[in-house]
């Protein structure tokens, strides 16, 4: 028996023969199961487990202790459009390790920002993901396991104050697609199912909320002189609007619509490129529905 052993930390692989290890992918995973398809929401998934155990990952080319069977198992369909971000938070120095739909094994111990791992998977498979959060010191500590498609790096103890991006970049592809609309669109209003917050504090543009790096949603926008067009939000949390317009300025709201979602209305709006980020007023990562319209807001 052979197994490839994906070092993504590292990025070196290497390929183990004759080996019987004790960790186990057969074996019911401990803190459950789930099935997610590409462009999911919420994103992020999260689960709350106990990292480590008492086997050597070290026996498969990667760190930490882990336990004998997975920690959790992701039943996952891909597509074309994202990849696959697994990454761990705790206060403890944790590990993570991962057999893929091919029964090759993904590893990674630290990332730049912190002691936390994070692999990412930029052509994801279709199948099974059996996922260990290991422990670097053999500890038992409570720690959460996030599986995403958007988030632009690990999260971290430090999640909130990352030098590298210290303020929403309109440069960065939207995590949660775009759209090409020309005023007096049918299909009014349009509606995007996405994940509001972020760990970018939107004070850095002058607006409120938890915010993604990356815009959540890009709007191709052709104006004409009949209608507005309007930028809101609906959830059943706290969320905020942040909008980069097509002449470079930032455009914020927070209550001004309807049960503490956020609206902007415009109404002699500018063609061309709107970049847009809802965010959470606590920082939470919750499920919302940006709605672009001409005719009403939420």
Request: aromatic residues 10%.
């Amino acid at each position: 028996m052979s197994r490839t052993t994906t070092l993504l930390a590292a990025t070196a692989i290497m390929t183990l023969s004759g080996a019987a290890f004790a960790q186990d992918y057969s074996l019911e995973p401990t803190f459950g199961a789930t099935e997610l398809e590409n462009g999911f929401v919420p994103d992020p998934y999260e689960v709350t487990i106990t990292s480590g155990g008492m086997i050597d990952a070290a026996g498969i080319g990667c760190a930490g202790m882990i336990a004998d069977a997975p920690d959790f198992r992701l039943n996952y369909v891909a597509g074309d459009d994202f990849p696959l971000i697994l990454s761990v938070e705790s206060d403890d120095d944790t590990t993570l390790v991962v057999n893929l739909p091919d029964e090759s094994w993904a590893c990674a111990d630290d990332t730049e920002n912190s002691l936390n791992p994070a692999i990412t998977l930029d052509t994801p498979m279709t199948g099974q993901y059996d996922i260990w959060v290991g422990s670097y010191d053999g500890n038992f500590e409570e720690s959460t396991l996030f599986i995403s498609e958007v988030m632009p790096f690990s999260l971290g103890a430090d999640m909130t104050s990352d030098d590298e991006f210290a303020a929403p970049d309109f440069s960065l592809e939207p995590g949660f697609g775009s759209i090409e609309l020309v005023t007096g669109f049918e299909e009014d209003p349009y509606n995007v199912e996405l994940t509001s917050g972020g760990p970018i504090d939107a004070a850095s543009v002058g607006c409120v909320g938890m915010v993604a790096a990356a815009p959540d949603f890009r709007l191709y926008y052709t104006a004409g002189e009949e209608f507005p067009l309007i930028l809101s939000v609906m959830s059943e949390f706290d969320t905020t609007l942040v909008v980069n317009a097509p002449d470079g300025n930032w455009i914020c709201d927070d209550d001004s619509g309807e049960n503490m979602n956020p609206s902007i209305s415009l109404d002699t709006p500018m063609s061309g490129q709107y970049d847009i980020w809802v965010g959470s007023y606590a920082g939470d990562f919750e499920p919302a529905t940006l709605t672009i319209s001409e005719i009403m807001s939420r």
